[in-house]
């Protein structure tokens, strides 16, 4: 359309301005059907918009719940890891969303000085292989070189799949040939005699499968990919010869944690196939730690064929201290010797307190939820004071609120009726209230068996993922193993460099210093 000035529009003859109205006119219709379409666009995406922030926000709710008591570990777990899934997956939509919906000056500056989270820093030990991009012409349009001023660095995390590779080891033979004398070094001790595998990679795949939990026959697959044949039945072989070498080493480690004067234990279920029948029958892992507060973590696991007592007693043997535990019968015989006491889990009785409360809407339940979180508050104000600062605010502070809990839990027991689900939450907690107020006494001991059964859950991935133990000995084996490796996370140590360190080690090293390699003393050797 021509550029015209209002004064010129007379001077034009009728023809013409009949043509420019029209023209005017399509421009207008074409405008106003351009607005709708754009309404409409923006309509749809704020719906759109609406309905991903609604999922994103129950995501992060459900996500919430999943925390709570309402699943065992290994449900958890998996929830846990969908959810991750779908909400990086909403986010990705949700900011691409946003990037493509028009934005008010105002809008975008608030956007800008909201900024985006922070990412954390990628490792500075991981190497870096650096990148440089310059322009290929520093010339400016002016003619004139430009000058380098600054730069900006952006990083990207990246990963060479796993490398084999085979060491030769060549020993020269030397002769004298006067004397006729043979001189040659001798061959090093190994973990496998004569076998080919050194200790690293032993040790991947003790790694591989006790604590990432990835079965044999997936290792054959993975190490297949890289052109190394390693049948599962050769991987099970160094298992055991891993397991034979380290024993030295897991009888020293349990001699350590049973050697502390707060126990926590607990048990967990496995399925161990049953050769005589071909199928699976319970077996149970038996987990004992030392205390929640002490400064030199360290478990033991035992791999048994039930879940009866003796094996406690066993276990034990001679140890005296605080154990502990939930309200499992099977420890009772264990607790009755001299020199042991028990400490109960205020955990399990919120527990039931807390399923009344979703199921049925409690009123006396969330009371006690509610006087129960009391003490948990004190509890984590005063988790990294010492044993006797903490025991010390334990009788000022957390004992008034422990003694209304006993008070206010004997009133509402005389109101609740017999037999119904809170008058068996309130007995439970009752009857425990001996074992539960241990910590009154005792700075070492916590409130609850959190500790333990978070130990439990590299056993509920397990199962998960290898499904069953092959045998008693198998068990057996998995059991030593992860009492070394999950003691070598909890002392802050990455699990493959503490167990091929271990291995290198162990075939030449003296047995009255074994303890050097125990999880809480071991040092990263240059």
């Known amino acids: ?52 922030t609604f999922e994103l926000a129950r995501l992060k709710a459900w996500k919430f719940s999943a925390k709570s008591e309402s699943m065992n570990a290994e449900q958890r777990q998996m929830f846990e890891d969908a959810l991750a899934e779908d909400q990086a997956d909403l986010e990705a939509q949700l900011a691409a969303l946003k990037a493509q919906l028009p934005q008010t000056p105002g809008e975008q ?21 650096e990148h440089r991009h310059e322009p290929e012409d520093t010339v400016c349009g002016c003619g004139r070189e430009m ?12 990963i060479v799949p796993a490398e084999f590779f085979v060491h030769r080891h060549i020993r020269g033979k030397w002769a004298c040939k ?44 993975i190490n297949a990919r890289s052109g190394v044949h390693t049948p599962r039945a050769t991987l099970a072989s160094w298992a055991g010869h891993a397991s034979a070498g380290v024993a030295p080493l897991l009888e020293a480690h349990r001699t350590f944690v049973f050697g502390a004067a707060v126990l926590h234990a607990d048990e967990t279920p496995v399925a161990m196939l049953d050769p005589g029948s071909g199928k699976t029958k319970r077996a149970y892992v038996w987990a004992y730690a030392r205390g929640a507060f002490d400064q030199h973590p360290g478990v033991v696991y035992d791999f048994c064929v039930s879940r009866a007592g003796r094996h406690a007693v066993k276990a034990l043997g001679k140890w005296s201290g605080t154990l502990v535990v939930d309200d499992y019968a099977g420890y009772d015989v264990a607790l009755k010797l001299e020199n042991r006491l028990e400490a109960g889990c205020l955990a399990h009785c919120r527990r039931k307190f807390d399923e009344l409360v979703k199921i049925k809407g409690s009123e006396v339940a969330r009371e006690a939820v509610m006087r129960i979180g009391r003490l948990y508050k004190i509890e984590r104000e005063i988790a990294g004071l010492s044993a006797q600062d903490r025991l010390a605010i334990r009788q000022q502070v957390g004992k008034p609120h422990w003694d209304e809990l006993h008070v206010w839990l004997q009133l509402e027991r005389q109101r609740v009726p017999d037999g119904t689900t809170t008058a068996k939450a309130i007995d439970y907690t009752l009857r425990r209230w001996e074992a539960l107020t241990r910590c009154l006494h005792d700075g070492n001991v916590a409130v609850d068996n959190n500790h333990i059964e978070n130990l439990m859950r590299p056993w509920a991935m397990g199962r998960k993922a290898w499904l069953f133990a092959g045998s008693e000995m198998g068990g057996e084996r998995a059991a030593a193993m992860m009492s070394l490796l999950q003691s070598a996370k909890l002392n802050g140590h990455e699990p493959l460099a503490y167990l091929k360190d271990v291995l290198t080690r162990l075939p030449s090293y003296p047995n009255k210093r074994i303890e050097e390699l125990l999880p809480h003393r071991w040092t990263q050797q240059d």
Not at 147 to 158: I, M, P
Not at 188 to 214: C, N, Q, W, Y
């Open 178 to 221: 006067c004397c006729n004398v043979l001189r040659q070094e001798p061959v090093e001790p190994s973990i496998v005699d004569k076998g080919i595998p050194a200790p690293g990679l032993i040790a991947h795949t003790m790694v591989s499968r006790f604590a990432d939990h990835i079965p044999y026959y997936r290792q054959e697959q």
């Open 147 to 158: 000058v380098r001023v600054g730069e900006d660095v952006s990083e990207k995390l990246d």
């Open 109 to 129: 500056d608030k956007q800008k000085s909201k900024g985006q989270p922070r990412r954390q820093a990628l490792p500075a030990h991981l190497r870096r292989i």
């Open 1 to 52: 359309m021509r550029d015209l000035q209002a004064q010129n529009l007379k001077a034009l003859a009728p023809g013409v301005l009949a043509e420019l109205a029209e023209q005017m006119l399509a421009q207008l219709q074409e405008q106003s059907r351009h607005i709708e379409r754009q309404a409409r666009d923006i309509k749809f995406k704020d719906t759109k918009l609406e309905k991903i």
